[in-house]
């Protein structure tokens, strides 16, 4: 059985520009959750799709939204990046939200 | 919010050596699971374990869920087992707010030294 699968895997931003980083869940989970990684700040929960709906979001601003397809494969979107967008944007799947989460290998973001 | 923490902050070791990392979490939880970071950054799964004991090879963990804390045994550390161990967990009373969402610790760094 195939792992979640992040693309892309490495990005390099000017501050401004947005981004759109992808995340494809375990075959038949259907929770996909985000999560943003940095030294500063540890590992924050970004938000939770679940049969296309969100159904938690953590706290961080508007330019940081998602959504979820019929497939289940997700997509995170950052607008007008700034600098301190710079991390490691991690996706989990699960097959309900409440069992064991499985990570993706993640997408390192530099804001220049 | 469920409040996370893990001790040790730092830990070195020689190869062949056993530790104990600690987890205490602030409230009851539907689930616990133990990571390790590799250096390329991804969260390898090592133990979903709410409550009870579990062993995989020379890891094992215990999850004390009446008093709120998990443990993560490594007998025999090798340099492989280096990197950072966090423990992440679901809050059982934040309702809807608790869904997809695991509250991690700040992590555990080993470093284990041939």
């Known amino acids: 059985k195939a792992g979640v699968t992040q693309t892309p895997r490495y990005l390099i931003k000017t501050r401004g520009q947005q981004v759109t980083l992808s995340c494809s869940p375990i075959?038949?989970?259907?929770?996909v959750s985000w999560y943003q990684q940095t030294p500063g700040q540890g590992l924050q929960f970004l938000f939770e799709?679940?049969?296309?709906?969100?159904?938690n979001k953590g706290n961080f601003p508007g330019r940081f939204s998602g959504r979820q397809f019929s497939n289940s494969r997700s997509e995170m979107n950052v607008s007008t990046l700034e600098l301190g967008d710079s991390a490691l944007y991690l996706c989990?799947?699960?097959?309900?939200?409440?069992?064991?989460?499985?990570f993706g290998q993640g997408t390192r973001l530099t804001v220049v | 919010g469920i409040q996370v923490e893990q001790s040790p902050p730092d830990l070195i070791l020689q190869e062949g050596a056993n530790s104990t990392l600690r987890c205490n979490f602030s409230?009851?939880?539907?689930?616990l699971q133990w990571f390790h970071q590799n250096p390329w950054g991804q969260l390898i799964n090592l133990f979903y374990?709410?409550?009870g004991t579990k062993q995989n090879g020379r890891l094992s963990a215990t999850t004390v869920a009446t008093e709120r804390y998990s443990l993560l045994y490594i007998s025999s550390s090798q340099t492989t087992d280096s990197g950072v161990y966090f423990c992440?967990?679901?809050?059982?009373?934040?309702?809807?707010?608790?869904?997809?969402?695991?509250?991690f610790g700040q992590g555990t760094i080993l470093t284990v030294h041939p």
């Open positions: 799709y679940f049969s296309e709906t969100q159904r």
């Open positions: 409230d009851s939880v539907n689930n």
């Open positions: 992440a967990v679901d809050g059982a009373n934040a309702g809807g707010t608790s869904y997809g969402k695991l509250t």
């Open positions: 075959s038949g989970h259907r929770s």
């Open positions: 374990i709410p409550s």
């Open positions: 989990a799947s699960s097959l309900a939200g409440r069992s064991g989460a499985f």
